[in-house]
């Protein structure tokens, strides 16, 4: 499981073989990987044997042949997303860290995600509902579903995760789900499928890129009887963190998507109002 893979409890003050390891050579350059005895760590700036790596601290220094340094790290869930290989673009933190609050994702939650992608999403998910919840994520093209298992499987193919090589037009297996969530550039087609799978007042989001295709999905949602809408966007700015020149950087993550929100309810008949 994912939740077990990504371990901040550091009961082991040492790193032990099968334990998942990242090399941090800078704040933003991370190299993440499973110890494995007789493996090797191989980069531009040098060869590290996973022998050497195994029983040291977490935390430590370590230079490679060529005598540049590397930090010993156990990854996190944001160095594990930043490094996930992709074949599209994958959602920012900053955007599922507000996701998964609003939509109220946390521990044995069941819920479908659709347009699987690279798996980014997807292990964040897996990590956040636990065992005791599931995710059904749902992908049309077959390449990506491949992509998105490999890169579960490299940090343990977590069981909570079961994937459908499909269109999602046909509708989903699943009934009474807590969330559904589509990263997918037409929403609106599909709300009818979401409302089927849905618990009655479950939590509907989706991530848009442009205004034009957020006025279709608004105007469907009432056609659908979804209420309780909201549409924000989130920045990020980060500073240099250098007492000396305390500022802002000169890059920020700026506009990324539009987070769209909202739930479907069973309106009165209006013969009986």
Known sequence: MLNQIVDNSYEKETAQAGDLAALASTKTNYFIF???PGGLFQTHRGVIP?????????????????????????PGIYEILSTTKRNTQIMYPKDIGFILMKMNIGLGTKMIEAGTGSGGFTQILSLMVGKEGHIYSYERREEMTNLARKNLAKIGAPENVTFYNRDIEEGFDQKYMDAVFLDLPNPYDYLAQVRSALVPGGQFGTLLPTTNQITKLLLELKRNDFEFIDVCE???????????????????????????????????DQSNE
């Open 34 to 36: 499973r110890l494995e």
């Open 50 to 74: 996973h022998d050497q790596l195994i029983g040291m601290k977490w935390g430590s220094e370590v230079l490679s042949h060529k005598g540049s340094p590397f930090y010993l790290l156990k």
């Open 234 to 268: 989130i920045l990020m700015r980060f500073y240099q963190a250098e007492a000396e020149k305390f500022r802002p950087v000169d890059r920020m993550v700026a506009h990324t998507g539009y987070l769209i929100f909202a739930r479907p309810v069973n309106r009165l």
